[in-house]
């Protein structure tokens, strides 16, 4: 551990470093500690930063930057979530209060929301819908061989897609594989409806040649439905953070983000056992991808109570101000809850 003078400097260097992104030198300490000490005393204690690898000189220059060893120290022990300022706190407030259709919407807004204010680049995963249950399916033909599949769940949301079916399936097999849809899993939940359980309806209600197709089918809707809708916005804000990166850098950096599977497993949330707050700042070295080397990325998980949990990210510069992000997801993260406890509340 460090002393409380060593850990005022080191607190000092990233504030500033983070504010003007130029190396900080001992006079600059000096002037913005708020205890005197001399300059010759700073340079000292900066050599022991130095020496402990929390702090690191860049070419000749005599200031100093923090290391990736510095930030995680000030993540662990020092960071201090700020206030944020009134206006900021209306903008979610007025942002989330909209006539949504779909909870889908509002996590997508989520998204959009925390990407303007920040111009990082912003994640948000819905909640777990195992809980949720159907209500209601039909398809509906669109020509001699396409359909649309519609699925409609208890919490609004509506599921569709658009399949190619063979060509000599009957009218009468779709009305019944309908039927048999509506008439057996209406008022099931998502997590009971299992592939074994649609095999056994399959074998003793769907008969005919084209019973695996339609059963594939709906295989395929039920499975969109259950699964957690991830949303991106201002993957433009990569711009902002590429000195280093060349080209071809960048356009895997864009692939990597839209990923949701990959970022899906890098936004598992697990905080620390010692954590002092429920937001997890994952540094670039600790992220097992070298594109995202010179970024942080911020999770924070949000409750919803029976209907699960979610999970809302940034991805922005490692030099970023982290007392301002913290806060910021702290807050959000409690906004985007209650929204979505009152539009569940709807259909209740």
Do not use: C, W
Request: hydrophobic letters at 35%; glycine letters at 6%.
């Amino acid at each position: 551990m460090l002393t409380e003078r060593q850990e005022l400097i080191l607190k000092t260097i990233i504030q500033d470093f983070t504010k003007y992104h130029e190396p900080v030198g001992s006079k600059t300490v000096m002037n913005q500690l708020p205890i005197k000490v001399s300059s010759a005393t700073i340079r000292n204690e900066m050599a022991v930063l130095e020496d402990q690898g929390l702090i690191e000189k860049t070419h000749s220059s005599s200031g100093r930057i923090p290391s990736s060893e510095g930030y995680r120290y000030y993540l662990d022990n020092l960071v201090e979530p700020l206030q944020l300022p009134d206006s900021v706190y209306n903008q979610i407030v007025y942002q989330l209060d909209q006539p949504f259709h779909q909870v889908n919407e509002i996590v997508q807004e989520a998204a959009k929301i925390l990407s303007d204010l920040t111009n990082y680049t912003a994640f948000a995963e819905g909640p777990e819908s195992h809980s949720v249950t159907i209500t209601g399916f039909r398809i509906v033909p669109l020509s001699n061989r396409q359909v649309m599949a519609i699925l409609v769940t208890s919490d609004g949301n509506v599921e569709n897609q658009v399949y190619a079916l063979p060509h000599n399936v009957s009218g009468d097999e779709i009305e019944k594989a309908v039927r048999m849809i509506n008439d057996q899993l209406v008022g099931k939940s998502l997590k009971e409806i299992t592939p074994t359980l649609l095999q056994n309806l399959s074998k003793h209600h769907l008969a005919g040649d084209h019973a695996s197709e339609l059963l594939s089918l709906l295989e395929d809707v039920l499975k969109d439905a259950a699964s957690e809708q991830m949303y991106v916005d201002g993957q433009i804000n990569l711009l902002n953070n590429n000195i280093d990166q060349n080209l071809n850098d960048l356009r895997s950096l864009y692939e990597l983000v839209d990923q949701n599977d990959l970022i899906s497993n890098l936004m598992s949330y697990k905080p620390k056992e010692n954590s002092r707050f429920p937001i997890q700042v994952r540094l670039g070295s600790e992220l097992p991808n070298d594109l995202l080397k010179n970024y942080s990325l911020l999770t924070a998980e949000y409750n919803v109570g029976e209907y699960g949990k979610g999970t809302i990210a940034l991805l922005g510069p490692t030099n970023m101000p982290y007392s301002q992000m913290i806060g910021l997801l702290e807050y959000f993260r409690t906004e985007l809850a209650k929204k979505l406890l009152d539009y569940y509340g709807r259909f209740q």
